[in-house]
Structure formats: structure tokens, C-alpha cells
């Protein structure tokens, strides 16, 4: 049985090392990793899944705002982003979206963003850490993610400014932060569409972070199963 592919998206440069990381994790768990830049041609065919990592901010002119801050934007990497999300859920591909991952399949399916975090927080600090120093509380004991991680509160990690605000069509919220602010969300209407505000690939020595890539491998290898089935 060949391995399932997953994609990996990012910039056209840099990004290392949490890329390498994903790939550590897809590869530990039997899938072939497949990084994707913004000057790659895009083919759905050439993979089973999808993660779509971290990284700058994303341009607000996405969801119909105006700039509030003036970060470092890259309009070719969420062009690309966008197209990648598209054409995975148009496939049924198994999604795993890591912050800004996840704030992109949030904004590609009508939601918006907080652009700048630091009003929003009222019992926690704005500290950006790679450590697992913050609280995740999961909403939904029927969501898929509580099924992965098996637990009502779990550790995360914070390297973010921007976050969910307008949720996005059909996604449900199934996780947040002590103060309230989203952290994860998945579309249960679909077998895998997953997006995490946290960069579980920092994280991989925790058990339950490393099965969010084990889960993409899992339903990408079982789609690809099914596939083969019938042909």
C-alpha cells in the first residue's frame, strides 16, 4: 500500500523549521510529506491531506477589513493557501490548519479576524512562547478533537497576534483559551477539517499533539484505501 501524501504549504522561503517538524511528524506516523511553495504548481491529485502551517499574518483585504496593524503581509503565499484549501475541500482531503492554517480556512469559508489579540485578553498574558504555558479548554465533548485528545483541558502554546472573530461557514468552535478567545475549530459535517490557533509541531514530544498529525495521516491513508477499492 503506497504511503498517503500530505501537503505542506508555506512561504516560497524560510519557515524551516517548523516545516521539517511537520514533515518529522507526518513521516513518524507513514505519511510522505510534500512541501508546497507559492511558486509551485498546484495539482489536487498529487495528495491524500493537507496542513497548512504558520506563519505572517493574513492580509485583511481577504475578509472585507480594513488594516489595523501594519505587519509583514505575503499575498502570494495566502493566494496559494487559499487555492490549496479550496481544492482540498472540494476533494474531501483530510485538513489540518495550524495558525494562521486555521485563521485562512476560517477567512476562505466568510469568517474575519481579530486583528490584534491584545484587547481581548483579559486573564492571560499577550507573552509569545513556543512552551506549553497556556491553557486550552475544549468546548465540545463530541468533536473530533476531543476524540484526539482525550481530555478536557490540555497545554498549548501561544505565537500568535491575530485570532478567529466571525466564525466561518459551517466550522464549529471546539476549543478555546482562559480568556475565551478561539483556539480551534473543525467542520463536523466533514471526516477531517481541523484548524489550530497553537503550533502543535513545536510540540511534537506531547503525545496528544503529535496524534493531530497522526489523525491527518490516518484519514488520508483510509480515504486512500477506499480509493484504491474501487478502482
Not at 23 to 44: E, M, T
Not at 111 to 133: A, K
Not at 151 to 167: F, G, T, V, Y
Request: proline letters at 5%; one cysteine or more.
Amino acid at each position: 500500500m503506497a504511503k498517503p501524501v500530505i501537503a505542506i504549504t508555506g512561504p516560497e522561503r524560510g519557515a524551516f523549521g517548523p516545516r521539517f517538524l511537520v514533515a518529522l511528524a507526518v513521516r513518524w506516523y507513514g505519511g510522505k510529506p510534500l512541501q508546497i511553495r507559492p511558486s509551485d504548481k498546484v495539482d489536487a491529485k498529487l495528495f491524500d491531506g493537507v496542513v497548512i502551517t504558520g506563519g505572517h499574518d493574513i492580509d485583511p483585504v481577504l475578509y472585507a477589513a480594513k488594516a489595523e496593524v501594519h505587519p509583514k503581509y505575503d499575498a502570494a503565499r495566502d493566494e496559494l493557501e487559499m487555492a490549496v484549501i479550496k481544492k482540498a475541500e472540494a476533494q474531501t482531503l483530510p485538513l489540518l490548519g495550524i495558525c494562521r492554517g486555521a485563521q485562512l480556512l476560517n477567512v476562505s469559508r466568510g469568517g474575519s479576524l481579530f486583528q490584534q489579540l491584545t484587547e481581548q485578553r483579559r486573564h492571560t498574558s499577550h507573552r509569545w512562547t513556543v512552551l506549553p504555558l497556556k491553557t486550552l479548554c475544549l468546548a465540545d465533548p463530541a468533536s473530533g478533537l476531543k476524540r484526539i485528545f482525550q481530555c478536557e483541558k490540555a497545554r498549548i502554546n501561544s505565537l500568535h497576534n491575530q485570532a478567529i472573530d466571525k466564525l466561518g461557514d459551517n466550522l464549529q468552535v471546539v476549543g478555546r483559551d482562559l480568556d475565551n478567545i478561539v483556539q480551534a475549530v473543525e467542520d463536523p459535517g466533514r471526516d477531517f477539517v481541523l484548524g489550530v490557533q497553537w503550533h502543535p509541531e513545536f510540540l511534537i514530544f506531547l503525545r496528544r499533539q503529535r496524534h493531530l498529525f497522526k489523525a491527518v495521516v490516518a484519514q488520508a491513508r483510509a480515504r486512500l484505501e477506499q480509493n484504491q477499492g474501487k478502482q
